[in-house]
């Protein structure tokens, strides 16, 4: 079964518009951490936002916010005021084992292709 | 800021030949891991480092793959005999600041793009 689920294989928005990436998750373990990368065509992964498990209010970095639902294991990624240079691929992942959060492998999703439009 | 290195960017191997890849972590991160992406696929986890010895390896990391931190600022992992589907982009990263070791995000390098022939 798929630990970390992207369900838009590509995305479309207009330039200045909101974008919502989709991601589920999937895990037994009370201690997670939950990350967004972003991949340009250049191809390195650029840290975009992370969430912890126990974190009370979802996370926000710029014009980047996590929409962390626990219940329903949802950690959607959303981008405000689209720009050109948002066009990339964004992956979800999802911190699994490790020792007090740390040394856990990052379990990603098949990520989504986004194309900001002019 | 700081940032994790990778050399070289790609490299250009026959099948059968040892490659070694070339990682410099961010200096006051205690935690290292190699990735690898299959062109179009998504990323997978190979290793994770830490105090120098492994702590955890998938499935993939096999017997052709080790790992290695030779001196205080590198993190190298070699292929021992390359095989045509060891072609990818790997990704060296690193997490823990010595000083906020509770701060779990991975830091990605470049990658090095690894073409077996």
């Known amino acids: 079964a798929q630990k970390i689920t992207q369900t838009q294989p590509g995305m479309f928005v207009q330039e200045k518009e909101a974008v919502t990436l989709d991601c589920t998750y999937d895990?037994?373990?009370?201690?997670?951490?939950l990350f967004w990368y972003k991949q340009p065509s250049s191809g390195e992964m650029i840290f975009l936002i992370y969430?912890?498990?126990?974190?009370?209010q979802n996370a926000t970095e710029g014009r980047y916010s996590l929409n962390f639902q626990k219940a329903r294991k949802s950690a959607n990624l959303v981008i405000s005021a689209s720009q050109l240079g948002d066009s990339a691929m964004y992956f979800c992942a999802m911190r699994e084992g490790g020792a007090d959060n740390q040394g856990g492998k990052l379990i990603f999703g098949q990520g989504t292709e986004l194309s900001v439009k002019p | 800021e700081p940032e994790v290195t990778q050399t070289p960017s790609h490299q250009v191997t026959q099948m059968g030949q040892e490659v070694i890849l070339r990682c410099v972590p961010i200096s006051n991160h205690l935690y290292f891991y190699w990735y690898r992406q299959i062109l179009g696929q998504k990323v997978e986890f190979l290793v994770s480092?830490?105090?120098?010895?492994?702590?955890?390896k998938s499935e993939i990391f096999d017997d052709q793959f080790s790992v290695e931190r030779p001196d205080g600022s590198n993190f190298t992992l070699k292929i021992r005999s390359t095989k045509l589907e060891d072609s990818a982009m790997y990704f060296c990263a690193s997490s823990a600041p010595r000083d906020r070791v509770r701060e779990e995000t991975q830091y990605f390098g470049p990658g090095t793009r690894l073409l077996v022939l």
């Open positions: 895990t037994s373990d009370p201690s997670y951490g």
């Open positions: 969430q912890g498990s126990y974190d009370q």
């Open positions: 480092f830490y105090n120098n010895e492994i702590s955890e």
